[in-house]
C-alpha cells in the first residue's frame, strides 16, 4: 500500500488511520508498524492507536472473514500485522512507575488459539501495574491449576474467542471450585462471543467486554478484597 507515492508523513491523522485499517486488512505489516510509529511521533496516545486504528482494522477482518470473503492465510496475514503494530505499543503500555497492585495468570481456553484479544489485555493489565504470567493459547484446566499453583495469583483471566470453546470456562471454573480454591481467586472472562449472562452462568465473577474494561474490573476487585482484608 505504501509505495513511493504515498507519504504518510503529509497524510492527515484521519487518513493515515483509513491507510492502517487497509494496512492491517491486507496484511501488511511493515505498513502497519510504520504508521503506528508515525501516529506515535505526532503524539497520539498508544490506547488511541490500537482503538482508532488496529481494533476497527481487525473488526473489518472479522466481518470478511465471517462472510467468506477472507480465508484463514488472509486472516492469518492481518493477524500478524495487527501484532507488528501490538509489539510498538507494547512497551508504551506496559510501562508503569506504579506499585504492584496484584498478579494474574491469563490464557486463552483449550482447543483455542486466538490470542489478540488476550494479548492486549495482558499488556493493559501490566501497564496498569499487575504482574501478569501468560500461559499463551490452548489451555488445559492442568495449565490453569499449574499456574496457579506456582504463581499463587489473586486473578485468573481466560479468553475464549469461538461459540466452540467458550464452555470450556467453566471446566475450569468447576475445577477451581473442585480443588476448594474458587472463593480465593477472582475470574475474569473475555473474548467476542461473550456476555455477562454467559459470565454469570459459568460462575466468573466479571465478563470484560475489552482490555480496558479488563483494568477497571481488576482494580475495583482488588480494592474489594484490600477492603475486606483491612
Ligand atoms: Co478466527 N474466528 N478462527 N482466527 N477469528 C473468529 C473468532 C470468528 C468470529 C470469525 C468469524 O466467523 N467472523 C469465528 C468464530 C465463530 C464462532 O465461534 N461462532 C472464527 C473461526 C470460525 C475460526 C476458525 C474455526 C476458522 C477455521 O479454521 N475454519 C479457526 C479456529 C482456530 C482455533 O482457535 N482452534 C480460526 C482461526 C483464526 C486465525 C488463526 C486465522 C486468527 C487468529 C490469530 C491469532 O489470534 N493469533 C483468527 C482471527 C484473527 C479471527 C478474528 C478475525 C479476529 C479476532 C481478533 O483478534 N480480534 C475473529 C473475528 C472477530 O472476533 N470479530 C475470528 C481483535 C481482538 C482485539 O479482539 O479477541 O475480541 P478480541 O479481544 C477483545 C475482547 O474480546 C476482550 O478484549 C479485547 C479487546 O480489548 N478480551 C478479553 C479478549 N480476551 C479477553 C480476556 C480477558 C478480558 C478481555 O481476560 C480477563
Redesign the pocket.
Known amino acids: 500500500m505504501n509505495d513511493d507515492e504515498i507519504n504518510i508523513q503529509e497524510m492527515a491523522d484521519d487518513e493515515l488511520y483509513e491507510l492502517m485499517k487497509e494496512d492491517l486488512y491486507d496484511g501488511y505489516a511493515q505498513e502497519v508498524a510504520e504508521e503506528v510509529s508515525e501516529m506515535l511521533a505526532r503524539g497520539h496516545q498508544p490506547y488511541d492507536i490500537l482503538t482508532n486504528g488496529l ?1 476497527p482494522g ?2 473489518i ?3 470478511d ?2 462472510d467468506g470473503i477472507l480465508f ?1 492465510p488472509e ?2 496475514m ?2 500478524k500485522a ?2 507488528a503494530g501490538m509489539a510498538i505499543l507494547r512497551p508504551l503500555l506496559v510501562e508503569t512507575g506504579a506499585e504492584k497492585i496484584g498478579t494474574m495468570v ?1 490464557g486463552t481456553v483449550k ?8 494479548n ?2 495482558a499488556m493493559m493489565m501490566e501497564g496498569a501495574g499487575f504482574e501478569v504470567f501468560d500461559l499463551g ?1 490452548n489451555n488445559s484446566v492442568d495449565n490453569f491449576m499449574l499456574a496457579i499453583a506456582e504463581h499463587k495469583p489473586d486473578i485468573i ?3 475464549a ?5 467458550m464452555p470450556y470456562m467453566r471446566v475450569v471454573i468447576d475445577a477451581l471450585v473442585e480443588a476448594g480454591i474458587r472463593q480465593d481467586l477472582i475470574v ?7 456476555n455477562e449472562a454467559f459470565a454469570e452462568d459459568i460462575g466468573a465473577d466479571a465478563y ?7 483494568v477497571e474490573t481488576a482494580k475495583k476487585f482488588m480494592q474489594l478484597r484490600r477492603e475486606k482484608a483491612r
Not at 482447543?111 to 489478540?116: K, N, T, V
Not at 474467542?161 to 470453546?165: G, H, M, P
Not at 475474569?188 to 461473550?194: C, I, K, T
Open positions: 481494533v481487525m473488526d477482518v472479522g466481518v472473514f465471517r484463514v486472516v492469518l492481518a493477524a495487527m501484532k491469563v482447543g483455542d488459539i486466538h490470542d489478540i484479544g488476550k492486549l489485555t493459547v483471566g481466560m479468553s474467542l469461538l461459540t466452540t470453546t475474569m472472562v473475555g473474548g467476542a462471543p461473550l470484560c467486554r475489552d482490555a480496558a474494561v479488563a
